[in-house]
């Protein structure tokens, strides 16, 4: 299931509601796993959750179709999900198993899907900005009407690579849509600790890139900005920058103490929360009545348990698989 129903229109309640809710349940449902399979030991190394930031993913990709590329970060499995990406196969390769995306080789951070245009989710913080640009260029330079989206936090905006991609995709107008997730914290550290100036937006208008905030916890509003460059990406206006303002739930990742923030902080942002959000405004619109949430609610869990199912049954790769899939591949 993907989120891309319409190509290019505004979000519509109705035809776009219900699959969109269904996407971002399935992503909460998703995400909200990976401590626990940390605990027990199915996840080496770390994995970092986007409960919360659901809205972002699934409102940019609705905008997208496959052909479109996207570049990822290290909070990248919702990117991969809202693209397109099968659960079970992410999740296989977030457990290292053989029939992941990357056949387990990869893990969290380094999961690819080529047909779906996901370039990566990425461990290299900022490096995705570099390559969306560069994919950017090569729709560009083929002639074909392609976008590039790059996802990024707030930390990656301080990597040298935003200021020479800004400057580039500016000059050269390139079909690529900087989508930065403001979630106000870079590991321990937060945006105003990082930055004298924490409105982002104006680093993009300092490079001459249209540039705006939205509601990050609102799928519609991310949904229609991003519609909006997409548009005048596809019809050669080149580039814009997105910063949506959100917030994570869990964690930077398994075992964080999060000292640095408080209980109440995390619970005034849950009052904002993208998926009830939208579930009340399906209902107060008539667009679905209780039972029907419900079942949407419901068959998240189902899918996210099929998921589950199928990772963990499949192998561990062969060691003598070790050196395939690496440089003579790409040939
Ligand atoms: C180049 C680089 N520097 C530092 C790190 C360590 N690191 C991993 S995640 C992270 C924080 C990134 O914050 P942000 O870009 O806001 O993304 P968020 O984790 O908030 O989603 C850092 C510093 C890294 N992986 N790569
Ligand atoms: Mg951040």
């Known amino acids: 299931m993907t989120v891309a ?21 399935r992503i909460r449902e998703f995400e909200s796993r990976l401590p626990g399979y940390s605990e027990q ?3 080496r190394g770390s994995t970092h959750p986007s409960v919360g930031m659901e809205a972002v993913a699934v409102g940019v990709s609705r905008a997208l179709r496959d052909s479109d590329s996207v570049a990822s970060n290290h909070r990248g499995h919702a990117h991969c999900l809202a693209k397109g990406a099968d659960a079970g196969k992410t999740l296989a ?3 290292g198993r053989r029939d992941g995306y990357c056949g387990g080789k990869g893990g969290s951070m380094h999961i690819g899907v080529k047909e779906l245009g996901i370039l990566g989710t990425n461990g290299i913080v900022g490096a995705g900005i570099g390559l969306a640009t560069g994919a950017a260029l090569a729709a560009q330079s083929q002639g074909t009407d392609n976008v590039a989206v790059a996802y990024f936090g707030d930390g990656a905006t301080n990597q040298g690579v935003l200021a020479e991609a800004f400057n580039l995709a500016a000059i050269w107008n390139l079909p690529v849509v900087f989508v930065c997730e403001n979630n106000h914290f870079a590991q321990s550290a937060t945006l105003e600790e990082m930055v004298a100036q924490p409105e982002l937006r104006r680093r993009g208008e300092a490079y001459g890139l249209p540039s705006v905030d939205v509601d990050g916890m609102d799928v519609e509003a991310v949904s229609n900005v991003t519609t909006e460059a997409v548009l005048r990406a596809r019809a050669g206006q080149g ?27 995390v619970e005034q942002w849950k009052r904002r929360d993208p998926i009830a959000k939208l579930a009340n405004r399906l209902l107060e619109s008539g667009v679905l009545d209780e039972a029907e949430l419900q079942s949407i609610a419901d068959s998240a869990v189902a899918a996210i348990d099929a998921a589950e199912a199928f990772a963990k049954a499949s192998p561990f790769p062969d060691v003598a698989s070790a050196f395939t899939q690496v440089s003579e591949d790409i040939r």
Request: net charge negative; aromatic share 10%.
């Open 5 to 25: 129903a319409t190509d290019n229109a505004t979000f519509n309640l109705t035809t776009d509601g219900p699959a969109a809710l269904e996407m971002m349940s």
């Open 41 to 43: 030991g199915l996840i």
């Open 93 to 95: 390769e977030i457990l």
């Open 239 to 265: 580039p814009t920058f997105i910063v949506a303002d959100t917030y994570r739930y869990l964690g930077h990742m398994a075992g964080d103490t999060e000292i640095y923030r408080t209980a109440e902080q």
